[in-house]
């Protein structure tokens, strides 16, 4: 069997968290290449259903990416998608998929090196957690 | 063309050199990418960016009759908006176009060439994906006030305020304290050609008092600022001065009778000035202000000796706070810096001792309308310091207890502060412990070079432990790191270059003008390289140490450059507005006003008649926080709808 590789979906706000990934790429930093990005202006454009839509089709981990708190391009949005994130990580136990599948993180347009640190961790993870086998997981 | 079934998209791979073409096989990820059912034209070249790759993408467009494009290159942030154009040249709606990032989202972030080549090809894709669900929009009209306010009247402030003023437009500029000036006007000599600072400063002072096109308001402080850039409403309170500057005659005499001595902010308190006082004798406007927590007279029986005196009767303790309203379109922030206290710095003896000064108390030692008229004098028994001890990044580049960053102007006001007092004092030895010398720009070098060869002055490298007084010496004790040795210097003065913070009150304003601040409080600006007098908020631009510490000409060529960007936005009648907004489909909206409460502009409107919510274009500036807070999907955002986004999830995975 050919070896496990995670798919995953990493959405990234414009301001901070893609643009710390372009960072990250400038600086000719390596991480795996296992996530893919959908930018979106602010991470507060993250519905849970688009999070719920890729594990669905065959995510086995989403990443969301926003700016810092406080530091928001859009003032609060980043508020936003933290309480939709917690809510969607509990919501998400009830239906059975492992809410570590789920993760966000503030990275800044200038912490490339968190970027690729946290992505590297992340798809590590899932690696672990193997790949998301809805069926199975949710008839637990 | 909006018929996705129908669309027909050209994708363009550029090779950037090798920089995409070494890690993504470019000539299979274009071969692949054609194989998608509405991609009509899709071709690889060396630099997609150049002149003839933007003809091939608009030959191509006319040729192919193209409805979309998807460039296959750098970053958005780079050459979105030169393909968009090359787009709208060849007769295409420019958010037609659109860029997959397969550089540093792809080939600069990944070895293996043939997973760099396979997720080139998933970005791209998707891309396409987005494309064909994408609509023509054009960019929305906003309406412009063509006035700006400038807050912070220091020499940042001052620069700005004339540049925009002197390009024909009326400028507020508003100033905390009772006069212009800032820390500029306190300076002695400035460095490095050691000109008198107050005679510099003092022209720019009166001309902005004479300015036909600045309304000068100081002892103001802007209270709340709302709308959007172009359109700005402010509310400015001004502060009472409790004294008639039309009516009053400067004559001096409520200073003689005035029974109050408090601490003299321009002395840095070095010296005490009465409650009713003028701050500084070139002070601008030129006129008294009753300092109300100093002053008794606001219970008239305890006081009122200056109303007494006061020949024209320019004393009136009843004036009022008085909040003033303004509309502008541009707003710039040069709120400038404060000296991080001593108090921090215990083991310096965190400021008790009278003979250890900070930089700017110093300045005023030296400065001829200063405390003792420019004579080196110790404050506790007026004595000549016979060695003076300096102590650069006292606070600065010490991220455990205190600042991480470097304040960048002490080296070079150190070196200028010990020649000086060697020009003073001529049998006095100044010694500078430093880290290391930071002394780039235009003849800094020179001026340090200067300081040790003609002036003598001791540098030691290394940082001091401990200063304490003793026996009426200041007693300095630290290491030189070069020798290895322990060094203790009796000295008479210490002169800690204390780091630079941003001045008191510049968070609760950036919090009023929502504008971002980094970690050590300094406001942020929209790109650290490319735009440095930008604030992230559109219409508010930064200028000054409020945005970092630096010297007066580099605060002067940023306040002049944020000047410039304001006079390029009130060259045009009207603003554009990225079109990429909410829209509200009214036949499922229920007027939950759901979206109401996410919004962070305010852009989102009831309409109590048709009894749902409405988007206000002007002021909806494309987060689509309201899109997700929609329980019933009546709401999009213009070019990442859920359709789309939904769609680039499939393609991916």
Same mark, same amino acid.
């Not at chain 2, 600065?396 to 470097?406: G, I, N, T, V």
């Given at each position: 069997?050919?070896?496990?590789?995670?798919?995953?979906?990493?959405? =990234?706000?414009?301001?901070?968290?893609?643009?710390?990934?372009?960072?990250?790429?400038?600086?000719?930093?390596?991480?795996?290449?296992?996530?893919?990005?959908?930018?979106?202006?602010?991470?507060?454009?993250?519905?849970?259903?688009?999070?719920?839509? =890729?594990?669905?089709?065959? =995510?086995?981990?989403?990443?969301?990416?926003?700016?810092?708190?406080?530091?928001?391009?859009?003032?609060?949005?980043?508020?936003?998608?933290?309480?939709?994130?917690?809510?969607?990580?509990?919501?998400?136990?009830?239906?059975?998929?492992?809410?570590?599948?789920?993760?966000?993180?503030?990275?800044?347009?200038?912490?490339?090196?968190?970027?690729?640190?946290?992505?590297?961790?992340?798809?590590?993870?899932?690696?672990?957690?193997? =790949?998301?086998?809805?069926?199975?997981?949710?008839?637990? | 063309?909006?018929?996705?079934?129908?669309?027909?998209?050209?994708?363009?791979?550029?090779?950037?050199?090798?920089?995409?073409?070494?890690?993504?096989?470019?000539?299979?990820?274009?071969?692949?990418?054609?194989?998608?059912? $509405?991609?009509?034209?899709?071709?690889?070249?060396?630099?997609?960016?150049?002149?003839?790759?933007?003809?091939?993408? /608009?030959?191509?467009?006319?040729?192919?009759?193209?409805?979309?494009?998807?460039?296959?290159?750098?970053?958005?942030?780079?050459?979105?908006?030169?393909?968009?154009?090359?787009?709208?040249?060849?007769?295409?709606?420019?958010?037609?176009?659109?860029?997959?990032?397969?550089?540093?989202?792809?080939?600069?972030?990944?070895?293996?060439?043939?997973?760099?080549?396979?997720?080139?090809?998933?970005?791209?894709? /998707?891309?396409?994906?987005?494309?064909?669900?994408?609509?023509?929009?054009?960019?929305?009209?906003?309406?412009?006030?063509?006035?700006?306010?400038?807050?912070?009247?220091?020499?940042?402030?001052?620069?700005?305020?004339?540049?925009?003023?002197?390009?024909?437009?009326?400028?507020?500029?508003?100033?905390?304290?009772?006069?212009?000036?800032?820390?500029?006007?306190?300076?002695?000599?400035?460095?490095?050609?050691?000109?008198?600072?107050?005679?510099?400063?003092?022209?720019?002072?009166?001309?902005? /008092?004479?300015?036909?096109?600045?309304?000068?308001?100081?002892?103001?402080?802007?209270?709340?600022?709302?709308?959007?850039?172009?359109?700005?409403?402010?509310?400015?309170?001004?502060?009472?001065?409790?004294?008639?500057?039309?009516?009053?005659?400067?004559?001096?005499?409520?200073?003689?009778?005035?029974?109050?001595?408090?601490? $003299?902010?321009?002395?840095?308190?070095?010296?005490?000035?009465?409650?009713?006082?003028?701050?500084?004798?070139?002070?601008?406007?030129?006129?008294?202000?009753?300092?109300?927590?100093?002053?008794?007279?606001?219970?008239?029986?305890?006081?009122?000796?200056?109303?007494?005196?006061?020949?024209?009767?320019?004393?009136?303790?009843?004036?009022?706070?008085?909040?003033?309203?303004?509309?502008?379109?541009?707003?710039?922030?040069?709120?400038?810096?404060?000296?991080?206290?001593?108090?921090?710095?215990?083991?310096?003896?965190?400021?008790?001792?009278?003979?250890?000064?900070?930089?700017?108390?110093?300045?005023?030692?030296?400065?001829?309308?200063?405390?003792?008229?420019?004579?080196?004098?110790?404050?506790?028994?007026?004595?000549?310091?016979?060695?003076?001890?300096?102590?650069?990044?006292?606070?600065?580049?010490?991220?455990?207890?205190?600042?991480?960053?470097?304040?960048?102007?002490?080296?070079?006001?150190?070196?200028?502060?010990?020649?000086?007092?060697?020009?003073?004092?001529?049998?006095?030895?100044?010694?500078?412990?430093?880290?290391?010398?930071? %002394?780039?720009?235009?003849?800094?070098?020179?001026?340090?070079?200067?300081?040790?060869?003609?002036?003598?002055?001791?540098?030691?490298?290394?940082?001091?432990?401990?200063?304490?007084?003793?026996?009426?010496?200041?007693?300095?004790?630290?290491?030189?790191?070069?020798?290895?040795?322990?060094?203790?210097?009796?000295?008479?003065?210490?002169?800690?270059?204390?780091?630079?913070?941003?001045?008191?009150?510049?968070?609760?304003?950036?919090?009023?003008?929502?504008?971002?601040?980094?970690?050590?409080?300094?406001? %942020?600006?929209?790109?650290?390289?490319?735009?440095?007098?930008?604030?992230?908020?559109?219409?508010?631009?930064?200028?000054?140490?409020?945005?970092?510490?630096?010297?007066?000409?580099?605060?002067?060529?940023?306040?002049?450059?944020?000047? /410039?960007?304001?006079?390029?936005?009130?060259?045009?009648?009207?603003?554009?507005?990225?079109?990429?907004?909410?829209?509200?489909?009214?036949?499922?909206? %229920?007027?939950?006003?759901?979206?109401?409460?996410?919004?962070?502009?305010?852009?989102?409107?009831?309409?109590?008649?048709?009894?749902?919510?409405?988007?206000?274009?002007?002021?909806?500036?494309?987060?689509?926080?309201?899109?997700?807070?929609?329980?019933?999907?009546?709401?999009?955002?213009? $070019?990442?709808?859920?359709?789309?986004?939904?769609?680039?999830?499939?393609?991916?995975?």
């Amino acid at each position: 069997m050919a070896k496990f590789e995670p798919k995953i979906i990493a959405f =990234a706000c414009n301001w901070c968290t893609s643009a710390g990934a372009d960072l990250a790429g400038t600086s000719r930093m390596k991480y795996q290449p296992n996530s893919t990005i959908i930018r979106v202006m602010c991470s507060s454009r993250v519905d849970p259903q688009h999070i719920l839509r =890729a594990f669905k089709q065959g =995510a086995d981990g989403v990443f969301v990416g926003g700016c810092h708190p406080g530091d928001c391009h859009y003032l609060t949005g980043n508020y936003n998608t933290l309480r939709r994130v917690k809510l969607l990580k509990k919501m998400m136990q009830d239906m059975g998929i492992d809410p570590q599948r789920l993760q966000l993180e503030w990275v800044s347009a200038a912490e490339g090196q968190k970027f690729v640190q946290v992505i590297n961790e992340f798809t590590d993870k899932i690696r672990k957690l193997g =790949a998301l086998n809805l069926s199975k997981e949710t008839s637990n | 063309m909006n018929d996705k079934k129908k669309k027909r998209i050209g994708v363009f791979v550029c090779h950037c050199g090798i920089n995409i073409a070494g890690t993504v096989d470019v000539k299979k990820a274009a071969k692949e990418l054609s194989k998608h059912k $509405n991609v009509a034209h899709a071709e690889d070249y060396v630099y997609m960016c150049s002149d003839p790759g933007q003809k091939l993408i /608009s030959d191509t467009i006319k040729e192919k009759n193209l409805d979309g494009v998807v460039v296959a290159c750098c970053s958005p942030s780079l050459h979105e908006s030169t393909f968009r154009g090359t787009s709208e040249e060849a007769g295409l709606n420019p958010y037609q176009c659109e860029i997959a990032n397969i550089r540093e989202q792809c080939s600069w972030v990944h070895k293996d060439k043939q997973r760099a080549t396979s997720k080139a090809i998933t970005i791209s894709n /998707s891309i396409v994906e987005k494309v064909l669900r994408n609509q023509s929009l054009e960019p929305i009209s906003v309406p412009l006030t063509k006035r700006a306010m400038v807050i912070g009247g220091g020499i940042g402030g001052i620069q700005a305020a004339l540049d925009i003023a002197n390009g024909g437009h009326e400028v507020i500029l508003v100033e905390k304290s009772p006069s212009i000036g800032g820390h500029m006007i306190q300076l002695s000599e400035t460095f490095p050609t050691l000109d008198c600072s107050q005679c510099i400063m003092t022209p720019k002072m009166v001309e902005v /008092s004479k300015h036909p096109n600045i309304k000068l308001m100081t002892y103001s402080e802007v209270q709340d600022v709302s709308g959007y850039v172009g359109n700005f409403k402010v509310k400015i309170l001004k502060k009472p001065t409790y004294v008639d500057p039309d009516a009053c005659t400067l004559c001096d005499e409520c200073t003689k009778v005035c029974p109050v001595v408090t601490s $003299n902010e321009f002395d840095q308190g070095l010296t005490g000035r009465k409650a009713i006082y003028v701050p500084f004798p070139q002070a601008i406007p030129a006129t008294y202000t009753i300092d109300a927590e100093a002053c008794p007279g606001f219970l008239p029986i305890a006081c009122g000796k200056c109303a007494e005196v006061c020949e024209p009767n320019a004393i009136n303790f009843d004036m009022k706070p008085e909040t003033v309203e303004e509309e502008v379109g541009a707003i710039v922030v040069a709120t400038g810096y404060d000296l991080y206290s001593q108090k921090n710095l215990k083991e310096y003896g965190g400021g008790q001792y009278p003979d250890v000064l900070d930089g700017l108390q110093f300045e005023r030692l030296l400065s001829a309308s200063g405390p003792t008229q420019g004579k080196i004098l110790r404050p506790s028994d007026h004595k000549e310091p016979k060695e003076v001890v300096f102590v650069q990044c006292a606070g600065s580049r010490d991220p455990e207890l205190h600042c991480a960053y470097c304040s960048k102007i002490c080296c070079m006001y150190t070196a200028k502060h010990a020649m000086l007092y060697k020009h003073h004092v001529q049998d006095g030895q100044p010694y500078i412990f430093y880290i290391d010398i930071r %002394s780039g720009g235009k003849d800094y070098e020179e001026f340090v070079q200067r300081a040790v060869e003609d002036d003598g002055v001791v540098y030691i490298r290394g940082k001091v432990s401990k200063i304490f007084e003793e026996d009426g010496k200041v007693k300095v004790w630290g290491v030189d790191t070069l020798t290895g040795k322990d060094i203790q210097v009796d000295a008479d003065m210490v002169v800690l270059a204390m780091a630079l913070r941003p001045s008191g009150g510049a968070g609760e304003l950036a919090k009023i003008l929502k504008m971002a601040m980094d970690k050590d409080g300094f406001l %942020s600006e929209a790109h650290p390289k490319l735009r440095p007098v930008e604030s992230v908020t559109s219409g508010m631009f930064l200028a000054g140490a409020a945005q970092a510490p630096k010297d007066i000409p580099e605060v002067v060529a940023q306040s002049s450059g944020a000047a /410039s960007k304001v006079l390029a936005m009130f060259s045009s009648d009207e603003l554009h507005h990225d079109p990429i907004v909410a829209e509200v489909d009214e036949d499922v909206c %229920s007027g939950c006003k759901m979206c109401i409460r996410v919004c962070p502009y305010d852009a989102r409107v009831y309409d109590e008649e048709k009894g749902v919510v409405t988007v206000n274009e002007v002021l909806c500036e494309g987060c689509g926080a309201c899109i997700v807070a929609c329980p019933s999907g009546a709401t999009q955002q213009k $070019n990442f709808s859920d359709d789309q986004i939904n769609s680039m999830i499939d393609s991916i995975l």
